[in-house]
């Protein structure tokens, strides 16, 4: 099955056109993931707070789930 991940923070938002495929939803999970943490590297340097989401959806352009990853950076002290 194909796969479409759009990832999106508060500054840009990206669609994934091309997509991927994958065998099952777990995959396409695990993917989702990766493309986060990877995005999230870059993206959150220098930052107080930043959030970034990954929205999966199937070949017919519904949505499967999303994965969101937060930062909070506080001072303590």
């Known amino acids: 099955m194909r796969y479409y ?3 999106e923070d508060r500054q840009r938002y990206s669609l994934d056109c091309d997509g991927i495929d994958l065998p099952d939803h777990q995959a396409a999970e695990a993917e989702a993931i990766a493309a986060m943490l990877a ?4 993206a959150f340097l220098g930052r107080m707070q930043d959030e ?5 959806r199937d070949e017919g352009g519904g949505m499967l789930f999303r994965v969101k990853l937060t930062l909070n950076k506080e001072s303590v002290g």
Request: glycine fraction near 0%.
């Open 52 to 56: 970034v989401t990954a929205s999966v």
């Open 39 to 42: 995005v999230c590297r870059d």
């Open 5 to 7: 991940i759009d990832i």
